[in-house]
């Protein structure tokens, strides 16, 4: 009489899952080469980007930008351009600029410190090829780490957005208040709400 044999039931593999990327693992890839240097790559979502490539108006108005900005403001802050900054453990986007607090750049030497959402008064992005990005995907980021004030240089619109009070609306990130400022206008400078200059629009934009 033949016997019963008993098959082992095969098991299911687990599915196949995302490998995400924090900012100390993103930042020992940054320091030790393995992300080349000359690469403007950036950490979002845990995964990694890279930045498009500057046209010729960005590189001109980032250095107006620098310009403007970077000399109306007080003692204890600084103008950061185009370097990380950490909004949580896996988002460490590349803003074209940050004015960010602290009597010197230099205190953020280490290789593990980064500017954070405290430590960080406005960012700036010049959009010339990424408004759509810049007033979506960024801007969503930017808001829901509570940064306090966020412009957006639009090249081709030739306006400034300023963006302030940023909130949680059903989990997302927007700012409450939006602000758009033209030829003649002059953007306030507002750092821990208070405003401490006036930036002519045509000390950024012609």
């Given at each position: 009489m033949a016997s019963a044999i008993e098959t082992p039931l095969s098991k299911t593999p687990p599915a196949e899952a995302p490998f995400d990327l924090d900012i100390d693992l993103f930042a020992r890839m940054v320091e030790t080469g393995i992300i080349p240097r000359d690469r403007r790559v950036f950490l979002r979502e845990g995964r990694l980007f890279e930045k498009i490539a500057r046209t010729k108006a960005h590189?001109?108005?980032?250095?107006?930008?620098?310009?403007?900005?970077?000399?109306?403001?007080?003692?204890?802050?600084?103008?950061?351009?185009?370097?990380?900054?950490?909004?949580?453990?896996?988002?460490?986007?590349?803003?074209?600029?940050?004015?960010?607090?602290?009597?010197?750049?230099?205190?953020?030497?280490?290789?593990?410190?980064?500017?954070?959402?405290?430590?960080?008064?406005?960012?700036?992005?010049?959009?010339?090829?990424?408004?759509?990005?810049?007033?979506?995907?960024?801007?969503?980021?930017?808001?829901?780490a509570a940064i306090p004030a966020y412009w957006v240089v639009d090249v081709a619109g030739r306006r400034i957005l300023v963006h302030g009070e940023p909130r949680l609306a059903e989990g997302r990130g927007e700012y409450a208040r939006v602000e758009i400022f033209r030829a003649g206008d002059s953007p306030p400078l507002v750092l821990d709400g208070r405003e401490v200059a006036r930036v002519p629009f045509e000390e950024l934009l012609r």
């Amino acid at each position: 009489m033949a016997s019963a044999i008993e098959t082992p039931l095969s098991k299911t593999p687990p599915a196949e899952a995302p490998f995400d990327l924090d900012i100390d693992l993103f930042a020992r890839m940054v320091e030790t080469g393995i992300i080349p240097r000359d690469r403007r790559v950036f950490l979002r979502e845990g995964r990694l980007f890279e930045k498009i490539a500057r046209t010729k108006a960005h590189g001109y108005v980032g250095a107006a930008v620098t310009r403007a900005v970077g000399r109306r403001l007080p003692n204890g802050w600084s103008l950061w351009p185009e370097s990380t900054i950490v909004l949580d453990a896996t988002n460490a986007p590349l803003p074209d600029f940050a004015v960010i607090r602290g009597a010197s750049p230099l205190d953020f030497a280490s290789p593990e410190r980064y500017p954070g959402p405290a430590d960080i008064g406005l960012l700036i992005e010049i959009a010339v090829t990424s408004l759509r990005s810049d007033l979506a995907t960024a801007l969503e980021m930017y808001a829901r780490a509570a940064i306090p004030a966020y412009w957006v240089v639009d090249v081709a619109g030739r306006r400034i957005l300023v963006h302030g009070e940023p909130r949680l609306a059903e989990g997302r990130g927007e700012y409450a208040r939006v602000e758009i400022f033209r030829a003649g206008d002059s953007p306030p400078l507002v750092l821990d709400g208070r405003e401490v200059a006036r930036v002519p629009f045509e000390e950024l934009l012609r």
